[in-house]
């Protein structure tokens, strides 16, 4: 079966899937966009995300060519006509096409595609033994809260996590403190035993998995901290993890080359993974 996606109204096969090169998606990275996993073959924390999408587009003064309804009736048309029982579901939404001009285009219709992909994000090699992590520099602008999909600066630091044979990069303010990963929520675990991750603010993402995992951890009564830390504290933490839709909680080992702990995934990072695990199931 071939992959089957969205655009502006319509299913159609993925290599048939086209977007005009006047898309100012394309050409202003002007659009917005929300990935939500896929387990069991449903939408796992997808109120959450489907909320954040409104939210970007508000914030844009971007309006949706469908309803929020409408957009969760696509998705899981895309998981239902792609056969998917566990993976991830992208959804993006742009300005529209028209002439090139910076400013708003009028009586324009936004351009919304989507598409759906199969991932093991369960049984995942990583929750076994852990991700390497580099710090990079965050390059960003000055509206992180907003799910753009400008990622350059993204892209980057990414980048240099593979060539330094890691696996996610956390972004560094120039204040030193740790803003997130470069498509993850960024948590350390004190030696105290306090798990702490950034307050939200537009300085980040609001996370949908870093929501949901700080409400599993007030019900099991674990200690947390909303703020900022910086990339010292983390270098001599006693754990740390992320949080996202595509990898739900992962466990950190390693960062800068700075073993954590016993350089192997610790007791917090399991145990919120197993609660998030447990959690998205009974959805
Ligand atoms: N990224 N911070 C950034 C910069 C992100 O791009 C993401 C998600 C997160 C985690 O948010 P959530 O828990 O709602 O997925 C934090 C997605 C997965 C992506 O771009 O593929």
Not at 195 to 202: A, D, G, K, M
């Amino acid at each position: 079966m071939s992959d089957i996606a969205y655009v502006n109204g319509a299913f159609t096969p993925l290599e048939d899937a086209k977007i005009s090169i006047l898309d100012r998606g394309f050409l202003f990275a002007d659009g917005v966009y929300e990935v939500a996993a896929i387990i069991d073959g449903k939408l796992i924390d997808n109120e959450a995300h489907v909320a954040r999408l409104e939210r970007s587009l508000n914030a844009l003064r971007l309006e949706s060519p469908v309803s929020m309804g409408e957009i969760i009736e696509i998705e899981k048309a895309l998981v239902a006509r792609n056969g998917i029982r566990e993976g991830l579901v992208y959804l993006q939404i742009t300005r529209g096409a028209a002439e090139r001009d910076f400013s708003f285009p009028e009586g324009v219709k936004a351009t919304l595609i989507g598409f759906a992909q199969k991932k093991n994000i369960l049984a995942s090699p990583y929750a076994e033994k852990g991700i390497k992590v580099v710090t990079a520099p965050d390059l960003r602008w000055a509206r992180r809260d907003i799910k753009s999909i400008a990622l350059l600066a993204q892209v980057l630091a990414k980048q240099a996590a593979t060539e330094a044979g890691c696996q996610e990069a956390w972004m560094v303010d120039a204040d030193g403190f740790v803003t997130e990963g470069s498509s993850s929520t960024a948590f350390i675990v004190t030696k105290a035993g306090a798990i702490v991750t950034r307050p939200n603010s537009n300085a980040i993402l609001p996370g949908c998995t870093r929501r949901s995992v700080l409400a599993l951890a007030e019900q099991r009564a674990l200690t947390f901290e909303e703020r900022p830390f910086a990339v010292t504290e983390a270098y001599d933490a006693a754990e740390a993890f992320l949080t996202s839709a595509s990898n739900l909680v992962l466990p950190i080992v390693e960062i800068d080359g700075h073993a954590l702990g016993d350089g192997v995934p610790g007791p917090y990072a399991r145990e919120l993974r197993a609660l998030y695990l447990d959690f998205a199931r009974a959805l």
